[in-house]
């Protein structure tokens, strides 16, 4: 048999001191790694306690001018003149989205901090569109949009949803469908049955569209086009970064097409119960 030779043996022992003091190397590191992560996630939490502690205490004031101007409004502390009306309209519509935006990072909040509630319950979809649809009807007159409803003639099967969830969701695709399209253009809300077991819901719109380059980050936290920050001053970009995650809490699925200047189509997908 072959003798190693002495000098193959101490490289070989060097070899061995090398590895053991690298692999010590990386558990330090391992260690290291492992406690940064965790100081960020604690700084994470406490970023989202304070935002919706802040938005809770800002519900309180923001509440409270909503009712002074309502007041006013209908006349409760005398007869307005016309302009005098037409400003108070102005900060009622400022308080309104100021209620909206932090509602919003309210939920945000809560998505963060996995305290987002959510209870299914089977139910027509057709059910929930039309509720949203009747809200959505002032928008839709004061913007002079046609809406256009179409879905299947007998209900289909049911689906699992949260109602008041599902409901933002199909209310904040509308809203912007609208919102995006100028007025006197047309905005379509369909409901399909691809498959046995799915539910299409589609909204179209013959809006401005979202550039190419702009639509990967269209989901993405406070995220809004260069073209819609232009022609729509109200918005916070929260919109549909909540509705993605309400959809994958359903287990569903979004996607859209858009071509700039033609219009936009979101895609809503879920499965219908068996
Ligand atoms: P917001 O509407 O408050 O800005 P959203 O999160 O709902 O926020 O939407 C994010 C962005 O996506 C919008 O600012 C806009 O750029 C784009 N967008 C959404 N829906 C449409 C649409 N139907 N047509 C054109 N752009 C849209």
Not at 106 to 123: D, N, Q, T, W, Y
Not at 216 to 230: D, E, G
């Amino acid at each position: 048999m072959a003798s190693v030779s002495e000098s193959t043996v101490e490289e070989l022992r060097k070899l061995n001191a090398e590895m053991a003091e690298a692999s010590k190397l990386l558990i330090r590191k391992d260690l290291e790694l492992t406690r940064a992560n965790e100081r960020l996630q604690a700084l994470d939490k406490t970023k989202s306690e304070f935002i919706s502690v802040a938005s809770h205490q800002l519900r309180t004031p923001l509440s409270a001018i909503k009712w002074v101007i309502n007041m006013l409004l209908e006349g409760d502390l005398g007869a307005l003149q016309p302009e005098q009306e037409s400003i108070l309209r102005k900060g009622y519509e400022s308080n309104e989205r100021m209620i909206r935006l932090i509602n919003d990072m309210l939920v945000v909040s809560r998505i963060e901090a996995g305290k987002f509630a959510h209870e299914p319950i089977p139910l027509y979809l057709e059910d929930i569109l039309d509720n949203v649809l009747l809200g959505i009807e002032g928008l839709r007159r004061k913007k002079n949009i046609m809406v256009k409803w179409s879905m299947p003639k007998e209900k289909f099967g049911k689906v699992m949803v949260d109602p008041s969830r599902m409901h933002s969701v199909f209310e904040n695709l509308l809203t912007n469908a609208i919102k995006y399209t100028p007025s006197g253009g047309v905005v379509s809300i369909t409901l399909t049955r691809p498959k046995e077991r799915e539910a299409l819901v589609m909204v179209s719109d013959s809006g401005m569209g979202i550039p190419k380059d702009e639509q990967k980050n269209i989901f993405t936290r406070f995220y809004r086009s260069k073209n819609a920050i232009r022609s729509e001053t109200d918005g916070s970009g929260l919109g549909l970064y909540i509705v993605k995650q309400i959809i994958a809490k359903h287990y569903g699925k979004i996607w859209f097409e858009s071509a700039e200047d033609k219009g936009t189509t979101f895609f809503v997908s879920l499965d219908i119960i068996p």
